[in-house]
RNA sequence: GGGCGGUUAGCUCAGCUGGUUAGAGCGCCUGCCUUACAAGCAGGAGGUCGCAGGUUCGAGUCCUGCACUGCCCACCA
């Protein structure tokens, strides 16, 4: 790169030759390291995205916040893996492709079993998998060649061993139960899946005639379709209006059907009629009094949604037409008596949006409870640490109150669930097909229909990527996994069940501790765990603080944003906006902002360039290019001021940095950089040594440029992990093409040098900055020409700061434009048309007077400042309370605040009162 | 029905364990094509930190209540 290249910073032909470089190179490859390796381990397994996925806002701001650690990481000298891979996704992907094949005209169950899944692989070899090359272009730097699929044969062999292994601890079991049906995608799902919803109902009351006398009961309910399937009326049975009736029956109205009178908690007398119908094949509560009074189950809807043929008359109507039906008849016979609004929840299918079924159906289960015990207490313990730390309580109620879970699906697409169903009935679960039935000798054996649910398999991922069940090296090195950074939407769905699997099936398992000691985690003892920390990100709205979603139609696709500013920008902006525990609302403006600042990094690196072949092509690649081997800024002579100044702020803002990114403070760091780069590197310092370049005689100029080139190669390294394109790209430069490492992302990431803090500097660094920013604020009141250079008078009281403005004589008439300073003996402060700080008195000369009336505002308003201050400082200073309990840093800081206020009220004051 | 978050400049947001003068970007106003950058430079205006109490020497920051707002969880007909 030289400085003819382009002024504006064009990032897409850059940022597209870096990322094909990467993955070209294999620079994030990691082999399986031998036994004896000693560097700290640091793992990060990717949240699987969808095969049918594509990238969205939430993706690239969790992308970002994993590529910034790894990279961080990485660049520390941590053994570093990220493992990428994608989801089989069952339901979302099977509904892609029935999709796809309605287009056609064609209809899974007339494909068959077979060539149905045939036909999703081959969807999935087509299309699947767009979201990786997505993610190729944000620059995730991941180990490719380690990319899994959950349908893998390796881990779906995985899979069937967890299977059997639960199955033979007695933790899975089979049976007929409730579940949440989905009638649309033909299949239960499990709680998780089902996202309640309040909508404006009715609340039904409908009297059923009880036997044998004229009586009626009434009873309450917001679904009346199902009363066809009801076997009970239950009463409390405290309850003392219904005491009469207890053990009576009554006449099921439209069915026609005797059913009792039965005493059960599921009534509860202060709601409704204090009566309720028993519905037990279509509700769960029902079910469950069903269990305890021997009731039989009446299915009435079938799995279509429809009525089928225990509902008599309504047989084959869907299940809302059914629902008007029988409230027409009822109401045409008398039975409804009662009907007000009510607002009933409903639940629905996450993802396709039917309501769903409670319905009774055989499925596989897993017992909960033994497998949450051990995982509630990892994270009570500290084993795993949940970041932000509200989110580890809402894990822990979860966990506290969870049930058993669903784990078979009537889908086609997903792993098959490893159970044979043997003619003679036995059921056998084995981890490949069984020749024959263990029971009968049979050898007519088919496997179970359904799959598993998809989150069954990525719950084992962060152990069998990494060969479970084998003992391999890799799961000595790389397990347990340091960090998972996800969303909160998937808290319980994955990361809760990564943990109970985690911690059952990797029991017992010791982490090499030649790589585990080294590293920030090493004190940990519990190796079962997946994963040392998570890291809930924050969800991204849009600029209207709205969820982002389809149906709204306010979707930020990333990759046009991208395609207009720069995976940098994009990068930066989510880094920035990424406080933790706040959602972010995504602006495009603040995009623009930091494509803005790629391209001042750009410009800055064209000075640079400029420069260097000017004076001194020696640097490039030659003298001081040689390896980075070091955490600090290479080959930096501090000569004057600024330099001492700016090899300061950098330590001081690679302190910062690394200290935001230890606590996942992502948009402290951004900014940090941000403002150093901008507000300090390129405003300050690169202004001031430009005269060192210029005209600073050869040597002068050599050592400015190699200084400006060690601050910019650290600055760029300290930067690489949120923008990582532009800086390869000028770090690549630096070399001219020939770096001794392949990559900046295997440079060493800056590590502050506290030798290098230098107080002083940075306190008479602003000092000058002070003295200049009055002038230039003087010239801009007295509407000085830009281009015109004007005398100032300067007074100052002490010795140092007198020396300091002599000895930068040179930078203040440059930075502020100024012809001559001069010295003078006495105070300005009663100059009108002066500027006044603590330190010093600064009066610019030029014909042009003030405008007296704006002067004597503007001193008004800021003696007003000057008074509240100075009164409040005195009453803290006064108290006794205070001087005894504030620390002293504190009281020497409002001191001396209090005696500059002092000084700057007299010299405000005396101003005023000239002015009259 | 429970639980969690948010409310700071016109807009979008920072402000970590309470401590001297509450910050940034965008937008706005003024002046500049100053030989890296107009995607830039210099200067400027703009805030009773949602409301009401409380704790404290000291509160944007901690506590209580309220208001508005967003999210999650929940098998009450």
Redesign the pocket.
Known sequence: MA?DLP????PGAIETRWAEYWIKEKLFSVPTPPPGETRPVFTLLLPPPNVTGRLHMGHMLNHTQMDIMVRWHRMRGFLTLWLPGTDHAGIATQMMVERQLASEGKKRRDMGREAFVERVWEWKRHYGGAILDQMKRLGDSVDWDREYFTMDENLSRAVREVFVRLYEEGLIYRGKYIVNWCPRCGTAIS??E???E?IAGK?YEIRYPVIGSDEFIT?????PETMLGDTAV?VNAGDERYKRLHGKKVLLPLMNREIPIITDD????????????VTPAH???DF?AGLRHNLPQIEVIDEQGRMNENAGPYAGLDRYEARKRVLEDLRQQGFLVGEKDYT??IGKCDRCGTVVEPRLSTQWFIKIAPLAQPAIEAVERGEITIVPE?YK??YL??MH?I?DWCISRQLWWGHRIPAWHCSCGEIIVAREAPASCSKCRGAKLTQDTDVLDTWFSSGLLPFTTLGWPEKTRDLEVFYPTTLLITA??IL?FWVARMIMFGCHFMAGHQQDPKVKQASSWGDKKDDSVPFRQVYIHA?V?D???Q?MSKTKGNVVDPLDVIERFGTDATRFTLAA?A???????F?E??T??Y??F???IW??A??MF?NIDRVAPGLRPGTGSENRSHTGVDGFEARTLEDRWILSRFNRVTKNVNEALE?Y?F??AA?QI??FF??EF??WY??LI?PRL?DGGDESARIACKNLLGIFEAALRLLHPVMPFITEEIWHAIYDGKPTLRSIALAPYPQADEKQLDLAAETEMAILQDL??SV??L???L?V???QRVPIQVFVSEPEIHKLIEQNRGSVERLANVEKIEFVANSLAKLSGARHTARFDVHVIYERKIDVAAERERLKKELEQIEK?FA??QR?LG?E??LA???T??VD??R??AQ?LEILREKVKSKLDELG
């Open positions: 400085h002024k504006a910073y064009e709680d998780l089902v996202k309640h309040e609340l009873v309450a309910t917001t679904r239950a599921l009534a509860q007398p202060e709601f409704g009629t204090g009566a309720v119908k509700d769960p509560n469950e009933i929840s509200n309580q809402i109620n979860w109150n049930y909160y939407e319980f969800l709205r600029a209207e603080r969820k906006m406080a933790p525990g706040t959602d972010i609302a602006s403006g603040r623009e902002g494509r803005n790629a391209n001042k410009n800055a064209r000075f400029m606590t403070r948009h402290e900014n941000y403002d901008w507000g390129c405003d690169i202004e430009k210029l200049i920013v230039r604020n010239r801009a009141e509407k020409d830009q281009k201050e409040n400082g803290q108290n309370q205070f309990k504030a620390p840093k504190v800081g409002i001396r605040r500059e």
